[in-house]
């Protein structure tokens, strides 16, 4: 086992018992964790028994969890009037053992950004994704950086985005976020997010294209075009390009473009059956909005796949997703109908 190299195992006589300089932390999610002082560093294994595992149950009565200034957690004993950074919980801890999944079907939609990615570690490995200050991105963005990643965090309003770079230290203060603009809807601020980024001599070994809008009204950006259709696919399009050169340098890597299931119910043809661009900018009068949201969701499909035809061989691959049918994040907030929808659909959907 990898954990029995750390010093001073040896001189311990129970399995779950840490060596010296060792010391066990909970995450606000009840996920357990182990910081080394001696080497400054932490694992989620423990250090002797190589194993997982994650607080059971509430906090105790009059017990409540608080976040101090440097982003870590830490207990308030009411009762008693003390304050502890050992989660009372941590008694009643449970091994994280889930069942081996099926080799045809590895994950379903119950199973969890944590689970995809138990015993990975990320660590040297740099990640950008877009939209990451809210919903899917920003789950995402946590759940690499929890597991070592260094996450740039790519958002149109930078205050947004150090918001959520704050809501990710307070799981794990050590985590390596930052937050950048990036205003899809901006032609110029896709090359001078890529300029920035080129310019802290980074690897880039992750790429998420997740940003999007949904059922937003008619208007143009101010590269004049059609916001939906810029903003979802021609935005991402523009920025692979110019990270490209990075995205090759630093391989093996790969590019995820979040796309959807409704990419099915749409056409770029015309009525003899040849490609018509003309559609995927559309005049005011001929616009809308869900048909525009799927048409930017098939270019997104088609855009990924001839990305990996044109890059695997170079060391970087390309996959597009389908996260799950009307999950509840903020993308249904232009219109009052599909906040209803999505509501009602709750229940029966994926959670974030």
């Not at 999944?101 to 990615?117: F, H, V």
């Not at 950086?145 to 260094?150: K, P, T, V």
């Not at 009068?285 to 048409?295: I, Q």
Request: proline share 5%; aromatic share 10%.
């Amino acid at each position: 086992m990898a954990a029995l190299k750390y010093a001073g195992l040896e001189d311990t006589d129970s399995e779950e018992e840490l060596p010296p300089g060792w010391e066990e932390r909970t995450t606000r999610d009840g996920w357990v964790y182990y910081a080394n002082h001696l080497e400054e560093k932490t694992q989620w294994e423990h250090p002797k028994s190589g194993k997982r595992k994650r607080v059971a149950g509430d906090l105790p009565y009059g017990w409540e969890q608080e976040t101090d200034e440097s982003g870590q957690v830490y207990f308030v004993d009411h009762i008693n009037k003390r304050t502890t950074y050992l989660d009372p919980r941590l008694a009643f801890t449970v091994e994280d053992n889930p069942v081996k999944p099926n080799p045809r079907q590895k994950y379903d939609g119950n199973s969890t950004a944590m689970e995809i990615l138990q015993g990975r570690d990320l660590s040297g490995k740099v990640a950008v994704i877009t939209g990451a200050n809210s919903g899917i991105g920003f789950e995402t963005a946590k759940s690499l950086a929890l597991h070592g990643a260094y996450v740039i965090l790519a958002c149109r309003s930078l205050s947004r985005g150090s918001d959520a770079v704050q809501r990710i230290l307070g799981e794990w203060h050590k985590a390596k976020v930052e937050a950048m603009t990036l205003d899809l809807a901006s032609l110029q601020s896709v090359q001078h997010f890529a300029e920035a980024f080129k310019s802290k001599n980074l690897p880039l070994h992750i790429l998420i294209c997740n940003a999007a809008v949904f059922g937003v009204p008619w208007c143009l950006t101010e590269d004049g075009l059609e916001s939906t259709f810029q903003v979802n696919h021609l935005g991402h399009f523009y920025l692979v390009q110019l990270l490209e050169e990075v995205l090759r340098q630093s391989s093996p890597a790969r590019i995820v473009v979040v796309s959807s299931e409704s990419h099915r119910f749409t056409e770029i043809k015309d009525s003899s059956g040849k490609l018509d661009f003309s559609l995927l900018s559309p005049p005011k009068k001929e616009y809308w909005a869900m048909l525009a949201y799927n048409r930017s969701k098939l270019c997104n499909v088609l855009f990924s796949n001839e990305l990996n035809r044109r890059l695997s061989p170079h060391g970087v691959t390309s996959n597009s997703v389908h996260p799950g049918n009307m999950i509840y994040s903020s993308i249904h907030r232009n219109w009052w109908v599909y906040t209803l929808l999505f509501t009602l659909a709750r229940p029966f959907t994926k959670s974030m």
